[in-house]
């Protein structure tokens, strides 16, 4: 019998490509999302259908539906992203796993990020101003208490290549002002991450042999100026970039709807030389875990070649 598996946030990147991938698998996927009438990324409804595909509506804020969508599943296993917690709601997440735990799931896989590890062992220990490893941290530790040890895998990719379409309007202009152009990242492609996590989805905790985080790296570690250029490279533009002071890149930022203290950690952390100078130690286990779990490692520009049309 296929394994029942609930993927939240399929219309997202990450995943919409777990969800195809465990389907890939052999299992039976529902699609946990808020609207069920929004298209799913790299699955027509043709594909949708022939793939046996079903979709429930939930809401990872609301825990009533989360529960209602874990029945009408009978899934064991659920894929759930970060709920990103407001002032006065530091366990934001917390309701939302306690009702997948009580209406039956068993083991979770959620996506967190590379910056916990830089924290460990003492995760818990994490001061709130490191805005995005503490919020990941915190789901972390409420899987653990809720699910055990056993009950969970926690997905810690590295930069995502996705975010250079905040860049997209700019590299059509032929021109990117950006922070600290030379700040390095791995640009790890959504697509992998989500297959990494549909393969453990489907396998269950001793798919990682008991690991319960899994770094997860791109192909190749690369700052962003060469980043921005490897895109003009594949539309065939020549793209100039500039950089730009802090203050100018978090009114850019939030601008483009990143809140202000968000904005201001983002910048930050590119002052320090990007994600590839807190994880260079890690980087080729990262890369060798989505060979393993994924199937391959994307490059960058393979990226960019899938996505040009956003660019040209």
Not at 120 to 130: G, H, L, T, Y
Not at 274 to 301: C, M, Q
Request: overall charge neutral.
């Amino acid at each position: 019998m296929p394994t029942p598996v609930l993927v939240f946030g399929a219309t997202g990147a990450v995943g919409s490509a777990c969800a195809r991938h465990a389907q890939s698998l052999g299992a039976s996927v529902t699609l946990a999302v808020r609207d069920t009438a929004k298209p799913i990324p790299g699955l027509s409804p043709e594909q949708e259908k022939a793939g046996g595909y079903k979709r429930v509506q939930a809401d990872l804020t609301q825990p009533e539906t989360v529960s209602a969508a874990v029945k009408q599943s009978g899934a064991k296993h659920a894929f759930v992203y970060l709920i990103f917690p407001r002032p006065g709601q530091p366990d934001a997440n917390r309701p939302a796993l306690e009702a997948l735990k009580a209406a039956g799931v068993e083991f979770v896989v959620f996506l967190s990020s590379f910056s916990v590890a830089m924290h460990e062992p003492a995760i818990d220990s994490i001061p709130p101003s490191e805005i995005i490893p503490y919020a990941h941290a915190q789901v972390e530790i409420a899987l653990e208490e809720i699910f055990g040890k056993s009950g969970y895998v926690a997905l810690r990719p590295g930069g995502f290549a996705s975010n250079l379409f905040r860049q997209a309007g700019m590299v059509k202009a032929g021109s990117v002002k950006i922070p600290y152009p030379e700040a390095k990242f791995d640009w790890i492609v959504p697509e992998d991450i989500g297959r990494a996590g549909g393969t453990i989805l489907v396998g269950g905790p001793s798919s990682t042999g008991g690991e319960k985080s899994i770094l997860l790296f791109g192909a190749e570690l690369m700052s962003q100026e060469d980043a921005v250029k490897t895109i003009g490279r594949v539309v065939g533009k020549e793209v100039t970039v500039e950089a730009v002071g802090d203050e100018q890149a978090v009114k850019g930022m939030v601008a483009g709807g990143i809140p202000e203290p968000l904005a201001k950690y983002l910048v930050k952390g590119l002052s320090r030389g990007g994600a590839a100078t807190a994880f260079a130690s890690k980087y080729p286990v990262g890369v060798e875990n989505v060979r393993k779990y994924a199937g391959k490692v994307t490059t960058l520009a393979e990226w960019a070649t899938d996505n040009k049309v956003a660019f040209e």
